[in-house]
């Protein structure tokens, strides 16, 4: 009698459990329907757009000048970078020349935003894995790298700094000095971020295998950046394609084997010490002259349409866009990296346990602003 | 076992160095002298006016539309004291709309408007940083006073070139 009790099998429910919006751990207003199954994730249901401000619309109604603005507010990690490839179409567009001394701040200022976005990642991936310290280390660095900001462009974070026709005014006398003593303090800190997470055992029975993205299942969804170079494919548009200066710098494209999480997390840690080598060699480079091209306040480009890709510290940036020849774009149009990746995480999450859910979202490193727009 | 020591190092490192916090409201970190605060009006000492004429060119531009301003003809000027044929009558900028993005500095022509270190604007009602003509050259007066501003020196010909 009582054995039969217990080989009766019992009835089980999937359940359906919300993350987010407001979740600490969706690094911004993401909300995902999981359907679970004990503790495994059967199903993902992915809901965005909690952040949608239409900035592709607003640019629409902004003249060139104005939308710099906008694109500082896409991916609010990395707004030099953002501002960069708007600055560049425009560039394109119009045949300017931009003079030497402001492609190099562009490109110091621009690895110097990577290397904080990662810190941030870094320090925010510890936190969904459970380790608290390396956060407050990471924060820490970035911290002096937004000081570095304040000094040049004036903001810690919606610089408006990159114009079109070059950067808004010269770098402090102090720049190399200051960031020379920077270079030094980032480096004393990235080692210790790689003693305190990447090797800890702990850490890596939480990211090891988990969340696995194979080299094909990431070129078939479009992912790119570190996420795509985890999987073992070494992509890097400042490469392959290398845009402004980037053809003289000398630098290595770190890649991962498996693409699992512990990948993403260590080749955007290598790609920190990369960042530092280009920035010390431009550093070096910098040339004198003039630092903007002068152009007309109300900037009326000629007709004509332009696609301009750069590498963010998420991946790959595309903006596309149409010129009716008036002072304001006809369309402009954003390809966003953290989309592009995020789109995956419905393959990635299926067949997981809820306690990784987290983890491999963080993995993805993800920014709501430019995935909402 | 050895990756979590190695971490256990690091942190028993730190606590020999010096805390890097700032303890916010008590001690404050020091401000840079490029960094953009709340745009504010500049005024002109020698003659005791200021610098702006209310020639809108600020609002014009401004991405987020968050000022207004009023021209009107200068008294000064008809007494032969001010070089200035028209001069600010109101203006206002509200503060809860500024992205701070320095757009209406670089595009006056007067050397009128400056973005300022201000910064700490927190008020208890909505509309309190709805900024008028004389909150705004007080802060600008500060501003002044705290950094031996100085106008540029295309100012002189852009001003005669409007007053004439």
Not at chain 1, 316 to 323: L, N, P, R, T
């Amino acid at each position: 009698m009582v054995d039969q009790d217990i080989n009766k099998k019992l009835d089980t429910v999937q359940m359906m459990v919300n993350m987010g919006p407001q979740h600490p751990s969706t690094h911004g207003v993401f909300r995902m329907v999981l359907a679970v199954d004990g503790e495994r994730i059967v199903d993902v249901e992915p809901h965005i757009g909690y952040l949608h401000r239409g900035s592709e619309k607003l640019c629409e109604g902004e003249i060139y000048v104005q939308i710099v603005t906008l694109f500082d507010r896409l991916d609010y990690l990395s707004n030099l970078n953002n501002e960069m490839v708007f600055c560049r179409a425009v560039e394109k567009l119009m045949e300017l020349e931009i003079p030497e001394r402001a492609e190099y701040i562009r490109v110091i200022l621009c690895e110097l935003n990577r290397v904080a976005s990662h810190l941030l990642f870094i320090g925010t991936f510890g936190l969904d894995v459970g380790a608290m310290t390396p956060s407050m280390y990471m924060f820490r660095d970035r911290e002096k790298i937004q000081s570095m900001f304040e000094a040049v462009t004036g903001a810690r974070m919606m610089h408006n700094y990159i114009r079109i026709g070059g950067i808004k005014n010269d770098v402090p006398d102090d720049f190399i000095h200051r960031m020379k003593s920077l270079i030094v303090e980032l480096k004393k800190g990235l080692e210790e971020a790689d003693k305190l997470l990447s090797f800890n055992e702990i850490f890596l029975a939480r990211t090891k295998n988990i969340g696995t993205m194979s080299a094909k299942m990431a070129i078939e969804y479009g992912v790119s950046g570190p996420s795509l170079r985890a999987s073992g494919v070494p992509i890097d548009i400042r490469k392959d394609h290398p845009y402004s200066i980037y053809d003289r710098f000398d630098f290595g494209i770190p890649i991962g084997e498996i693409g699992d999480c512990w990948d993403r997390y260590y080749v955007r840690l290598e790609e920190v010490r990369q960042s530092i080598s280009i920035m010390e060699q431009a550093l070096y480079q910098l040339p004198d002259g003039d630092t903007i091209t002068p152009t007309r306040f109300l900037l009326r480009p000629p007709k004509g349409e332009v696609y301009v890709r750069g590498e963010n510290p998420r991946g790959e940036i595309g903006v596309y866009m149409i010129s009716d020849g008036t002072d304001k774009p006809y369309r402009v149009k954003v390809r966003p990296p953290s989309f592009c990746n995020l789109m995956t995480i419905k393959d990635l999450l299926i067949d997981t346990y809820v306690a990784d859910a987290v983890v491999i979202l963080g993995s993805l490193d993800i920014v709501l602003g430019e995935v909402d727009r | 076992m050895l990756g979590n020591l190695k971490g256990l190092l690091v942190t028993l490192s730190s606590m020999l160095r010096k805390p890097v916090t700032y303890q916010y409201p008590k001690e404050h970190k020091p401000i840079e002298n490029r960094y953009m605060g709340f745009p504010v009006l500049m005024w002109d000492s020698q003659i005791s006016e200021p610098y702006c004429t209310g020639c809108m060119v600020c609002v014009r531009y401004c991405p987020t539309q968050c000022m207004t301003a009023v021209m009107k003809d200068n008294p000064l000027h008809a007494e032969g004291v001010s070089k200035r044929r028209k001069i600010v009558d109101s203006f206002e900028i509200n503060f809860g709309r500024c992205i701070v993005c320095g757009i209406c500095v670089d595009v006056c022509n007067f050397d009128a408007i400056e973005m300022s270190h201000e910064h700490e604007l927190s008020k208890y009602a909505r509309n309190d940083n709805r900024s008028d003509l004389t909150r705004l050259l007080e802060m600008g007066r500060k501003y002044q006073e705290e950094t031996d501003w100085k106008p540029k020196t295309n100012a002189k010909e852009s001003e005669e070139e409007a007053s004439s």
